[in-house]
């Protein structure tokens, strides 16, 4: 049987979507781990964690034209509703050569808060590399 989609191939490759998985334990007062010790981090440059409650930085290694899709789920160490609950992506510079995503870290009420020892974040990417149009 022929393929009844007008392109022959639609997988997530051909579309130029990449999905980045990138997983984290926080140390100290929220502070990040070397990227080494990062459980996911392909496609990661650098991450930082700048002054200001509740941000960070992901720096990738590559440019891509556009952010389709995140998701953010936060495993506290001991759950409290006044601790790390959300990751929002507030500024996102994926194309040129800046290539950062800024997160902000809030509790359940929104309030920005910095991640607790312990904690794990489990982000998820989706980014589009080519343009196929």
């Not at 902000?104 to 991640?115: F, I, R």
């Not at 989706?126 to 196929?132: R, V």
């Amino acid at each position: 049987m022929a393929n009844p989609a007008p392109y022959s191939d639609t997988t997530n490759q051909a579309s130029g979507l990449v999905w980045m998985p990138v997983k984290f334990t926080a140390g100290a007062s929220g502070a990040l781990p070397a990227l080494s010790a990062f459980a996911q981090h392909n496609g990661l440059a650098a991450a930082a964690k700048p002054s200001g409650t509740g941000i960070y930085t992901l720096t990738l290694e590559e440019p891509y034209l556009d952010l389709v899709d995140f998701s953010a789920k936060i495993k506290q160490a001991s759950y409290s509703s006044s601790g790390a609950c959300n990751v929002e992506i507030t500024a996102d510079a994926t194309s040129g050569q800046t290539r950062l995503l800024t997160l902000l870290v809030t509790t359940s009420a929104g309030a920005a808060v910095n991640l607790a020892s312990g904690d794990v974040v489990i982000l998820m990417l989706c980014l589009q590399y080519m343009n196929c149009q």
